[in-house]
């Protein structure tokens, strides 16, 4: 079991989604993974739908919290009980292609890669697929990532061996504080050009409010990384820049 994967779903109010999404992950063809859903105390029909599949298939871990508690501590619940050499990410909204699992460890083990992460595509709230997919430069170090976060969480596989225990602050933008972190450690992200999952794009998406982005982004900045003033005027338009341009094209 040295190379089990260890998938990490928060969720909240995911009963229109959840089920294709762990539909994705019972679609991989690399099946040494087990999946730590963590249900943050939905209110809908999402916990019915999740005893469901994990009465099915034995891999599939549910577990419940006491009281709300937000995605950042539903992800490090599920972090904690965590059994696999590698962590991989999936939101209750999203979905992996069947080739993600494979093509990704299969990179990591004969490149001696960390920390890996790949292109994705997005789709509507109905699952359709819009004409946008966001491409990853082959290399980020934390220099790169701070002016400009290309790491979709949705893609992000991590080798536990090689970086350690590691769980996200309670702060917006906790993934991109995440990897910052991990970074900051001198460890080197590597992006694989392949879309290998897909993003469920709504009205609602949080990164879709750019004004409080800018904010937590700063906020991270300043008080996770306690960065100069200085430094951190010049990462945040690099940022910005950065995400124009990543928004902004088409494919």
Known sequence: MSDLVSIVTPVFNAASYVGETIESVLAQDYQNWEMLIVDDCST???LSIIETYSRFDDRIRLIRLEQNSGVATARNVALRNARGRYIAFLDSDDTWYPNKLTRQITYMKANDVAFSFSSYEWMDEEGRLLNKTIRVPRIVDYDRLLGGNPIGCL?????TDKVGSFEMPPIRHEDYATWLGITKRGVTAHGIDECLAR?????QSLSGNKIKSVAWTWSIYRSYLKLGFTRSVFSLIKYACSAIARYANPF
Do not use: E, K, L, Q
């Open 44 to 46: 809908d029909n999402s």
């Open 155 to 159: 893609t992000v596989v991590i080798d």
């Open 199 to 203: 993003y469920r794009r709504s009205a």
